[in-house]
Each structure stands twice: as structure tokens, then as C-alpha cells.
């Protein structure tokens, strides 16, 4: 459990399931519109792209922390366009992928503490 926490606290572990189940709902509308989705001509193929892509860049950004502000900008603008296609997973997966990429852009490692000298040490003053 101590590892799990660790790793954790390195991640944007929120944002990341957040623009996951985006990602996932994006997805649900046309892979329950399988007839049609596939047809020529049909935009729904659109959403089922953009619902795949949000739903990589969430497991990314579990691996990547460091790229998470830009995952995050990507994930809002997909999302946003991922109305046209699947009607943004009834717009519930449009609000998750605003939310989870917001939290992707905000995610900062916190800094570690470092002290100009260790505890016992006396400081020199100028």
C-alpha cells in the first residue's frame, strides 16, 4: 500500500481516470450505433476515433506525468470535438473529458524539501 502511495502522489492520478471513463462514454455511442457506424459516409466513426484517442491519452499520462499540461489541452479539445461524432457521449463524456483535462493541465508534482543544511549543521551567516 506504501508503494501504491508513492507512485501515486507522482502521477495525475484523478485527471487520468477522469479522461479514462471520458474516453469510455465517448466511445459507448457509436459502438451501440454499429450499423451504421461503419457506413460510408456516416460521421459516427468520428467519435468512436476521438473516444479512443481521450481514452489513450488518460493511460499516457499515467506513464507520462511530466507531458500531463499538454495531454490535458488535447483532451479538452477532443472531447469538445467529440459532439460532432457521438454527441459527446451524451455530453456527460464531453463535461468528464473538460474536467479530467483540466485536472490534467493543473497536475503538479509537488517539490521535494530540501533544507540548505541538514538539521544538525550550523548555518553560516553572511
Keep these: 500500500m506504501m508503494r501504491f502511495n508513492k507512485w501515486r502522489k507522482k502521477r495525475p492520478l484523478g485527471g487520468a481516470i477522469i479522461t479514462i471513463l471520458s474516453g469510455l462514454m465517448i466511445s459507448w455511442v457509436p459502438l451501440n450505433l454499429y450499423l451504421s457506424t461503419f457506413l460510408p459516409g456516416s460521421i459516427a466513426i468520428i467519435g468512436l476515433l476521438f473516444g479512443g484517442i481521450i481514452t489513450l491519452i488518460g493511460i499516457v499520462s499515467l506513464f507520462f506525468p511530466n507531458a500531463s499540461r499538454i495531454l490535458g489541452v488535447f483532451t479538452i479539445f477532443l472531447s ?14 464531453t463535461l468528464f473529458g473538460i474536467i479530467g483535462g483540466a485536472l490534467l493541465m493543473a497536475w503538479r508534482l509537488a517539490p521535494a524539501n530540501v533544507n540548505a543544511a541538514p538539521p544538525g549543521d550550523a548555518q553560516l551567516t553572511a
Excluded at 81 to 92: E, K, M, P, T
Design 80 to 93: 469538445i470535438l467529440s459532439v460532432i461524432g457521438a454527441l459527446g457521449g451524451f455530453l456527460v463524456g
